[in-house]
């Protein structure tokens, strides 16, 4: 297992459409090294989701680890422990939206306040590659969204509707 070194703004990789694993290929020891040297960058890094193109590849997979008590001020979040997913796809259970603030691990020091839909249902497959769907809301949506994102080339930035809100990080907002 290895440390992956994590792209920031500017690497080509952070700005392709990520291209899709094909289910029989989830198995083959190659994507599984690969898999927990992404879940190992991941809580290296402290934050609580990471895609694979922040890692410099471009495959449609993400990491999600949300530990209890990662924002104080919420008590709201609830943990997720560490999962993988492939090929995701999400769509919007409602027409409620959230504004909160983010920030992003491949824009390091930085946050700002983005809009995105509050629940959300995601579908795609895990690391064993086995078909699952889960239901989201809050906090563990808006980080599902954030990481689809960086699969589809966008960054949190090109979210934000006034870019005079964006701000150095206090080091209160979470990273992804
Ligand atoms: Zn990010």
Redesign the pocket.
């Known amino acids: 297992m290895s440390l992956l070194k994590i792209a920031t703004a500017g690497a080509g990789v952070l700005r392709e459409e990520a291209v899709q694993v094909a289910p029989e290929e989830i198995g083959s020891e190659k994507r599984q090294l690969f898999l927990e040297d992404l879940r190992e960058t991941l809580l290296d890094s402290g934050g609580v989701g990471l895609a694979a193109p922040?890692v410099f590849t471009s495959l449609r997979i993400i990491a999600v680890s949300i530990q209890e008590g990662i924002l104080d001020e919420d008590a709201s979040v609830r943990s997720v422990p560490m999962e993988i997913w492939i090929n995701p796809i999400f769509r919007k259970l409602s027409d409620r939206r959230a504004v909160n603030w983010e920030g992003?691990?491949?824009i390091p020091g930085y946050m700002g306040p983005v809009e995105r839909p509050l629940e959300v249902e995601l579908e795609g497959y895990n690391e064993k590659g086995e078909k699952r769907t889960v239901r989201a809301d809050g906090f563990y949506a808006r980080v599902l969204q954030?990481e689809i994102d960086?699969l589809d080339g966008i960054l949190?930035v090109d979210r934000m509707k006034d870019m005079r809100s964006f701000s150095r990080d206090n080091s209160t907002v979470f990273l992804?």
């Open positions: 922040q992003c691990l491949s954030h960086h949190y992804c």
